[in-house]
Each structure stands twice: as C-alpha cells, then as structure tokens.
C-alpha cells in the first residue's frame, strides 16, 4: 500500500471517529414540554448531555450521545418516564352529542374518579407511578343497605425514599374523593423503583474534565490535520518537486 493511499485512510478514520463521538440518539418523542424539561435536569444531573428539541408546538423530543443511550433509558426508567397523561373528568365527559345509558355514565365517573385521584398521588414528592382502581357497586333496589365501594392504591417509589409515614394521607385523599368509600376499604401497596445507576459528575461541572476533553478533541484535530500535511509533502517529493530558496528569502518550486 503506498504512503499517501495509507495517509489518507488514516485521515478518513480520524475524522469517522470524531463525527462518532458527537452522534445524537432520540431517548423519546413527543413529550410535553414540561416532562421534557423534567427528563434532561434529571439526564444532566447524572452527567449526561441530553438535550430538549422541539417537534412541534405542543410536542418535544430528548435526544442524548449514542455513547450514553442505554444509560439514559435505564434512568428515566427508574424515575418512571415518560409519565402517563391522565384523563381529567371534563376530557372523559365531553358532550358529543350522544345521550348515554346510567350504566355507561357510572363506568365513566369512576374512571374519571380513578385518573384524578392517580393524577394527585403521583405528584407526591418521591412517587414515581401512582395509579388507582376503584369499586363502586351499583345500587341494590331491593335492599335499603348500599354494598360500600373499596379502593386499591399501586405506588411505586424512587429507590430508598421511604413513604410508609404517607399512607394514612394517601388513603385520606382517596377517601374524601369517592364518595360512601370507607376508610379501611382502601389498600395502599407501596413498591420501590430499581436502584438508580450510579451518577457522575455533570458535564461542566469537573473543569479539569472539561480541559482534558477538549485537548483530547483538540489533539486529535491537529493529528488528523498533520497527518494530511505530511501526505501532501510526500506526494510532492515523490513528483520530483523540491523547494529551492532565492537570494532574497522567497522560495520557488523547481523540479529536480
């Protein structure tokens, strides 16, 4: 193989391998923009480089270094993102024009009941998913005593934050929300998240990281751009070319 051919792969090398290492991967698409923010400060926290970008006016997508792809999942994962939308009692109740059956109408108040409920436990500090299913039978004509409704609470907790101190408030907020739901009918099964990987340092945050990086960078910047030099000279010795220097400092091209 001759020396410029070999040059000039290295060269083509250096910079794949420069291009690699800035390669973006999307984590997720079509995210609200808050759980976007939410998703890369906790990315970020751990040292990874994700980035919010817009898809749409209401849509946004994360997107992280190749390199950290897994990682990345892994953690949102255990921080339960993305989050679910939950459906609010006016977007299960819209008026369509359709007239619905008393059956129908109850279906529908205790699913929106339940997304409403979810949708409060999940905003409480160190839940990571919530979720509520609730019974409520239908009345008996012919017995004067109502069957009482139960409720049963899935929460699922960051690793290592404790809230067994919460869950006579959670089953208090659940009981005020349904209504003839007895207190001891509600369960509260609380269930901790896989542990964290373990984080590092953010970017930025380590200056001495941040300098060694960019000389690496830069280093390899410079090798590429010699390497091309060097190539570039032997090819022009090899034609004979030689740099033959005047009198008066200037240097001329002559062939030998």
């Known amino acids: 193989m001759r020396t410029d051919t070999f040059l000039r792969r290295l060269c083509i090398l250096g910079v794949a391998v420069l291009l690699a290492g800035c390669m973006r991967q999307e984590l997720y698409g ?22 919010k970008e817009s898809r749409d006016a209401a849509n946004f997508a994360i997107t992280s270094p190749s390199a950290d792809f897994g990682r990345a999942i892994e953690l949102l994962h255990a921080n339960g993102y993305p989050r679910g939308n939950f459906d609010s009692v006016g977007q299960v109740f819209k008026k369509e024009g359709f007239v619905s059956s008393p059956v129908e109408e ?18 409480i500090d160190g839940v990571v998913v919530a979720r509520v299913h609730l019974a409520v039978p239908d009345k008996d004509p012919l017995t ?31 009981v005020n929300g349904v209504e ?22 953010a970017l930025g945050a380590d200056p001495l990281a941040t300098s ?36 008066r400092g200037g240097a001329d091209a002559a062939r030998g």
Do not use: C
């Open 212 to 247: 060694l990086q960019a000389a690496a960078g830069f280093g390899g910047l410079l090798l590429v751009g010699s390497a091309g030099v060097w190539g570039w000279r032997r090819r022009q010795a090899s034609r004979g070319l030689v740099l033959v220097t005047d009198d």
């Open 144 to 174: 004067d005593k109502p069957h009482p409704a139960s409720a049963s609470v899935f929460i699922k907790h960051r690793a290592g934050r404790d809230l067994t101190g919460q869950v006579n408030q959670m089953k208090a907020l659940v």
């Open 180 to 201: 003839g739901l007895p207190y001891e009918n509600v369960t509260v099964a609380l269930f901790p998240a896989e542990a964290v990987p373990v984080s590092r340092p």
């Open 106 to 123: 109850r279906a529908r108040l205790t699913y929106a009941l339940s997304q409403e409920l979810a949708n409060t436990l999940q905003t």
């Open 30 to 51: 079509q995210v609200s923009e808050r759980q976007a923010n939410e998703m890369v400060a906790l990315l970020q926290g751990a040292g990874i480089d994700a980035r």
